[in-house]
């Protein structure tokens, strides 16, 4: 086993914030990070995303200079996948993403405007539910991001 990368504190609460139960550390282990070639273990860690029993599993796909991100999470077997866009920035790029999912008739979950910092709406987050099929989620992955994994 790895040594634990960090760990977090997790309380349970209702829609309204209120706890619901005396929280407990959880451990988080070390990022699989790959100094070349990690495009092709994406979808082994997608396949592992899949296999998971836990309630929340997520896994984030970074490019090395962190400039561009996926995140999958599986929620109670559900799988969404999110991007967060600086779209004051970035307009186009949401735009082609936007015009991404909807070829492949695949509307957004969630598309609303999130606070960075002290700008309430700085970043433009997109979730689209997904299939269980880790070979059209891993080949997705990508298709906002055209040469920069």
Not at 19 to 36: A, K, L, T, V
Request: charged content about 25%; glycine content about 6%.
């Amino acid at each position: 086993m790895r040594t634990p990368y960090g760990k977090g504190w997790v309380v349970t609460v209702d829609k309204n914030g209120k706890e619901m139960d005396e929280g407990h550390w959880f451990y988080i282990r070390q990022p699989d990070c790959y100094s070349s070639n990690g495009l092709k273990w994406i979808g082994m860690d997608i396949k592992r995303l899949l296999r998971s029993r836990a309630l929340l599993s997520s896994l984030i796909i970074s490019s090395l200079d962190g400039r561009n991100a996926v995140s999958l999470w599986q929620k109670q077997r559900d799988i969404t996948l999110g991007l967060s866009i600086h779209w004051r920035k970035e307009s186009r790029r949401e735009q082609q993403i936007r015009e991404i999912f909807a070829k492949m008739s695949i509307p957004p979950s969630k598309d609303y405007l999130a606070a960075n910092g002290t700008i309430l709406d700085a970043t433009r987050v997109l979730d689209y539910s997904m299939p269980r099929n880790a070979s059209f989620i891993s080949d997705l992955c990508f298709a906002p991001f055209p040469g920069s994994f």
